[in-house]
């Protein structure tokens, strides 16, 4: 099962920081899910809610600041410890830090439908100009958002955020034509999730910070889970697979003496 950084290691340093999806990538992560807000000059930045009030000292809507501004902001109000100040990074930023990187959910949160016309033209350009068909998916509760991204680009994955049993999130991404189901963790069953496969989607859980949760989704067929805890976690797996291979074969243990 994979593991998604939330915001980067949400748990582990502060959310959706330069430092924190660093901090995750040195200890191995390659997978993150992290959140896109449109600053005022129009950049792409990482930041989960539409103003800075919750995680800076600032108050605002984030498109009420550029992308330099929000840089020169400090992030770790309301999150993880840091020692050191950290801003608001743009994508493209974080992009150049990181090579490597294996698969990115870029959730898009809804805003108004000007500024969200606008981020999905800079999300379009950035996924072609770097290729990024095969390592990107964007994400969004917001459906219309979703068909502007497939409108633009059919090639572009898509996947609906999930959070309610009701109405049918499923069919809504299915019509939708999504490669990706995002769901709250605790919605899902495992007729749900093998009902997403069916239908070629990929199932991702969020937010997952229990060992034993992580588990009960693995059996259920989950493909991967998005934690603020990924180092511990992958840790954990890395661990399991370890003590697996170090274990003697079924009839090969010796027989007492």
Known sequence: MIVYGHRGAKGEAPENTLPGFVHAYRHGIRHFELDLVLS????????????????????????????????????????????????????????????????LQLEVKKDNRARLNVLGNRLTEVIQRRNMYQTTTITSADPWFLREMRRRDKNIRIGLVAERKFPNPLNLATRLGCDYFCANWRILSTQMVNLAHKRDMQVSAWTVNRIHDMLQLEDMGVDSIITDYPTSTRMFFDNRAKASLSLPARGNTPEPA
């Open 40 to 103: 005022k000059d129009g950049h792409p930045v990482l930041v989960h809610d539409l103003t800075v009030d919750r995680t800076t000292g600032k108050q605002g809507n984030v498109g009420h600041y550029t992308a330099a501004e929000l840089a020169d902001m400090d992030a770790r109000r309301n999150t993880s410890a840091w020692p050191r100040k950290t801003g608001i990074p743009s994508l493209e930023t974080l992009l150049e830090e990181l090579d490597g990187l294996e698969h």
